[in-house]
C-alpha cells in the first residue's frame, strides 16, 4: 500500500507559479513511476506528464510542454510538479498517482486506469 498526499495548490495568476508536492508513504517510493493528473470542473481527468522510477525520464502532455516540470527525490520519497507561465485553463484539481514498474524502463504510462495509487487531489486556480 502507498499513500500520497498532494500540498502547494492555491491561487497564482496567469502568468505566475506555484510548485506542487507529493509525498508518498509506505513501499518503497523507487519502485514506481509517478504521474501527475488533473480534472477541470465538468471535464474528464487527463494526464500532465510522468516521471519514471529513476528520476532520469520525463513524458508530458502536449498542453503543458515546456511550461510544467516533474521531478523527484527518491531519497525523500516526494515527487514535484514545477507549474510555470500558469494560464487560466490549467484551473484544475492536481492528482499525483503512483504506477508500480518491477523492471523499469522507458515505457511512460499515460492512462489513469494504469496507476495504482492516488493521492486526494489539491486544487490549483489561475485567474487572468
Known amino acids: 500500500q502507498v499513500q500520497l498526499v498532494e500540498s502547494g495548490g492555491g491561487l497564482a495568476q496567469a502568468g505566475g507559479s506555484l510548485r506542487l508536492s507529493c509525498a508518498a508513504s509506505?513501499?518503497?517510493?523507487?519502485?514506481?513511476?509517478m504521474g501527475w493528473f488533473r480534472q477541470a470542473p465538468g471535464k474528464e481527468r487527463e494526464f500532465v506528464g510522468v516521471?519514471?522510477?529513476?528520476?532520469?525520464?520525463?513524458y508530458y502532455a502536449d498542453s503543458v510542454k515546456g511550461r510544467f516540470a516533474i521531478s523527484r527525490d527518491n531519497a525523500k520519497s516526494t515527487v514535484y510538479l514545477q507549474m510555470n507561465s500558469l494560464k487560466p485553463e490549467d484551473t484544475a484539481v492536481y492528482y499525483c498517482?503512483?504506477?508500480?514498474?518491477?523492471?523499469?524502463?522507458?515505457?511512460?504510462?499515460?492512462?489513469?486506469?494504469?496507476?495504482?495509487?492516488w493521492g486526494q487531489g489539491t486544487q490549483v486556480t489561475v485567474s487572468s
Open positions: 509506505g513501499r518503497t517510493f523507487s519502485s514506481y513511476n
Open positions: 516521471i519514471l522510477r529513476n528520476g532520469d525520464s520525463t
Open positions: 498517482a503512483a504506477h508500480f514498474t518491477r523492471y523499469g524502463g522507458t515505457y511512460y504510462p499515460q492512462n489513469q486506469f494504469e496507476y495504482d495509487y
